[in-house]
């Protein structure tokens, strides 16, 4: 089946600092992908759609210049938190839409900001 | 419209028995309903998924009941186990302008031996 990648599992940053978190398709192309966050027991919340070679879209409340995403090639996108605070501290998970298989969810960023 | 409802936020159910979830939509766009199984500090995996044009679709113990007049949809975890622990979640996705899909707001199962 398809496969999502998602690097690191887990951090620890200072507060100010950025974060870069990566995620890759393993075998197929991923030309969207969708970036969630979600608080502890609570679902996942839609933060941005990235399109491969294109601009991100962001929902509404999002900070896009806090959370920028790259989506350069069709199997890598990556989410960096800028100026990290500790209300950023969550779990960041992405996600792709492969044809045959449907949606698929990376393993998940676990980032605290101290 | 785009919300999708879901109910009990916790479950508890004796091993062997049977775990039911449900979830309610308001947007008839909608055309794909998918459930997830999320283990905590994992990212959520696909347990299974149906499209309106069933009303319902078995894989192994898991199945899905769709209600297209009443917008409803249920997952059924036939003998459950301690092992399907989890928090589980369903969506949506239909032809509503938004590829992400929607998430309902999650059932903690716990399942005791």
């Known amino acids: 089946g398809a496969v999502v990648s998602q690097h690191p599992s887990w951090v620890i940053c200072k507060s100010g600092t950025s974060v870069k978190i990566e995620c890759r398709s393993l075998?197929?192309?991923?030309?969207?992908m969708f970036w969630y966050r979600q608080f502890p027991k609570q679902s996942l919340m839609l933060m941005a759609t990235s399109n491969e070679g294109s601009k991100a879209t962001y929902e509404q409340g999002v900070e896009k210049d806090k959370f920028l995403i790259n989506h350069a090639s069709l199997t890598l996108s990556t989410l960096t938190v800028t100026s990290a605070h500790p209300e950023d501290s969550s779990f960041y998970i992405c996600?792709?839409?492969?044809?045959?298989?449907?949606?698929?969810f990376g393993s998940g960023t676990r980032l605290t900001v101290v | 419209q785009q919300q999708v409802k879901q109910s009990p936020q916790s479950l508890i159910v004796q091993k062997g028995g049977i775990s039911i979830i449900n979830c309610a939509y308001e947007n008839t766009a909608f055309d794909y309903f998918p459930w997830y199984q999320q283990f905590p500090g994992k990212g959520p995996a696909l347990l299974i998924a149906?499209?309106?044009?069933?009303s319902e679709k078995k894989e192994g113990r898991f199945t899905i009941s769709f209600n297209k007049s009443a917008k409803q949809f249920s997952l059924h975890i036939m003998d459950s186990q301690p092992g399907d622990s989890a928090t589980y979640f369903c969506?949506?996705?239909?032809?509503?302008?938004?590829?992400?899909?929607?998430f309902g707001s999650g059932t903690r199962l716990q399942v005791q031996p």
């Open positions: 996600s792709a839409d492969e044809v045959a298989y449907g949606y698929t």
């Open positions: 969506a949506a996705k239909g032809d509503t302008g938004r590829r992400a899909l929607t």
């Open positions: 075998d197929f192309q991923a030309t969207t």
């Open positions: 149906i499209r309106p044009d069933v």
